[in-house]
């Protein structure tokens, strides 16, 4: 084999090398790249959908209700599991939810994403300072705090702010 094609091979194999460490540190420090398996954020987000949020969002801002974020669960003891919901309440709120409406201090929430009523009675919860309160949109198929042991999910548990699914199409999330 010729110099030329050695250094060629070389540069080849730099090249691929520098892209996979610039993809991982990307993937670990600005972005979070999720498959979702399940109803629970129909209509918002679509079982298999995969969605894009940006690690950045909170750099210098605070999570606000009705963002919807992805974090680790909280009744994970291995804090692997990444789910995605929208908040809801936040640290000081007391959340409720009675007549299919959902209450956060005792004003109804005007949820404009949501196409179905929610079933049942939940509530009331306090939201501890530094923690939020998480449902899905599809309220009677997500598994969320209302249901966890473990039933808020400290700022620091918030991976990122979902900003758009690119897979089954492109769709901006709010």
């Not at 094609?5 to 194999?13: D, H, T, Y």
């Not at 999570?63 to 809801?88: N, S």
């Not at 007391?94 to 509530?123: I, R, W």
């Amino acid at each position: 084999m010729s110099n030329t094609a050695k250094r060629e091979i070389i540069s080849w194999i730099k090249t691929i090398l520098l892209a996979v460490v610039l993809a991982g540190a990307v993937n670990t420090l600005l972005i979070v790249n999720a498959q979702v398996p399940t109803g629970s954020m129909e209509t918002t987000i679509m079982t298999g959908d995969r969605i894009l949020a940006l690690r950045t969002s909170y750099w210098f801002d605070e999570p606000e209700r009705g963002d919807v974020v992805v974090f680790r669960y909280p009744d994970d003891p291995e804090q692997k599991t990444l789910f995605v919901k929208r908040i809801i309440g936040m640290g000081g709120d007391v959340v409720q939810v009675e007549n299919g409406s959902v209450y956060v201090n005792g004003e109804a929430l005007n949820e404009p994403y949501l196409e179905v009523v929610t079933q049942g009675d939940f509530g009331p919860y306090e939201v501890p300072e530094g923690n939020y309160f998480m449902m899905g949109d599809n309220r009677n198929k997500s598994l969320d705090s209302r249901f966890w042991e473990h039933q808020f999910v400290e700022k620091n548990k918030i991976l990122g702010k979902v900003v758009f699914r690119y897979f089954k199409g492109f769709k901006w999330i709010s």
